[in-house]
């Protein structure tokens, strides 16, 4: 499997970078008590922050605001996922457990202000290539509905797009049956590549102190 970034999607946003995670032979269950409890903590403090503050006062959450509206997305109408869940978080609704690969994303979506995918790599098929959805493309998303992609970031195999910082589809969802997943960090276009590096390790290694099996990972971008 090859990932690769469109030379449009560079055009549109110069600074993208993604952190590309593979893991192999994972176990995915119910959440351990330490990823709940930290997890519960986080949203907890997170929603003192908020209560002074709106999300888009956190610097993560407005850059990737802008890089919406860099490949022509109003950002208030279609808010990437990290905003998506810190705004939650200020109503108060806080996120309950899914399982333990939905909940890590969640943990380090909140603690970095980025946007985080998962998807099951069995349910994918040949390479992969980030890029601007069509006007057509549109897919059945997590959040029930049918979406449409049409200027929007998207990750595309050769069955079509499959995953956005928006919303992901529900045809490649890691459940617990998954084996092999592939984790897509959307970082921040003003991270370094030292602090892309760390981002994307840490996250790598928790996934695999929780799940077991082994994982690489890749730092993919337009520069």
Same mark, same amino acid.
């Given at each position: 499997?090859?990932?690769?970034?469109?030379?449009?999607?560079?055009?549109?946003?110069?600074?993208?970078?993604?952190?590309?995670?593979?893991?192999?032979?994972?176990?995915?269950?119910?959440?351990?008590?330490?990823? +709940?409890?930290?997890?519960?903590?986080?949203?907890?403090?997170?929603?003192?922050?908020?209560?002074?503050?709106?999300?888009?006062?956190?610097?993560?959450?407005?850059?990737?605001?802008?890089?919406?509206?860099?490949?022509?997305?109003?950002?208030?109408?279609?808010?990437?996922?990290?905003?998506?869940?810190?705004?939650?978080? +200020?109503?108060?609704? *806080?996120?309950?457990?899914?399982?333990?690969?939905?909940?890590?994303?969640?943990?380090?979506?909140?603690?970095?202000?980025?946007?985080?995918?998962?998807?099951?790599?069995? +349910?994918?098929?040949?390479?992969?290539?980030?890029?601007?959805?069509?006007?057509?493309?549109?897919?059945?998303?997590?959040?029930?509905?049918?979406?449409?992609?049409?200027?929007?970031?998207?990750?595309?195999?050769?069955?079509?797009?499959?995953?956005?910082?928006?919303?992901?589809?529900?045809?490649?969802?890691?459940?617990?049956?998954?084996?092999?997943?592939?984790?897509?960090? *959307?970082?921040?276009?003003?991270?370094?590549?030292?602090?892309?590096? +760390?981002?994307?390790?840490?996250?790598?290694?928790?996934?695999?102190?929780?799940?077991?099996?082994?994982?690489? *990972?890749?730092?993919?971008?337009?520069?």
């Amino acid at each position: 499997m090859e990932i690769m970034v469109s030379s449009e999607l560079c055009r549109m946003v110069p600074g993208f970078t993604a952190g590309f995670i593979r893991y192999r032979d994972i176990e995915v269950g119910p959440s351990p008590q330490m990823l +709940k409890g930290r997890l519960q903590l986080f949203q907890e403090s997170l929603y003192f922050d908020l209560e002074s503050k709106s999300p888009t006062e956190f610097e993560g959450i407005e850059e990737w605001r802008q890089v919406f509206k860099q490949t022509g997305k109003d950002p208030n109408r279609y808010r990437h996922s990290a905003e998506a869940l810190y705004r939650r978080i +200020k109503k108060q609704n *806080y996120l309950q457990s899914v399982h333990s690969a939905i909940d890590v994303n969640n943990f380090f979506s909140l603690e970095y202000e980025v946007p985080i995918g998962i998807y099951d790599t069995d +349910k994918l098929n040949g390479d992969i290539e980030i890029k601007v959805g069509a006007e057509q493309e549109e897919y059945n998303g997590l959040n029930g509905r049918l979406n449409s992609l049409h200027n929007l970031i998207v990750s595309s195999d050769s069955s079509g797009p499959f995953g956005s910082p928006f919303v992901d589809s529900e045809r490649t969802a890691v459940t617990t049956d998954t084996k092999n997943a592939l984790q897509i960090v *959307y970082l921040r276009p003003s991270f370094g590549g030292e602090e892309n590096m +760390k981002l994307t390790e840490s996250l790598m290694k928790m996934f695999l102190q929780i799940h077991g099996g082994e994982g690489h *990972y890749t730092i993919i971008g337009c520069e």
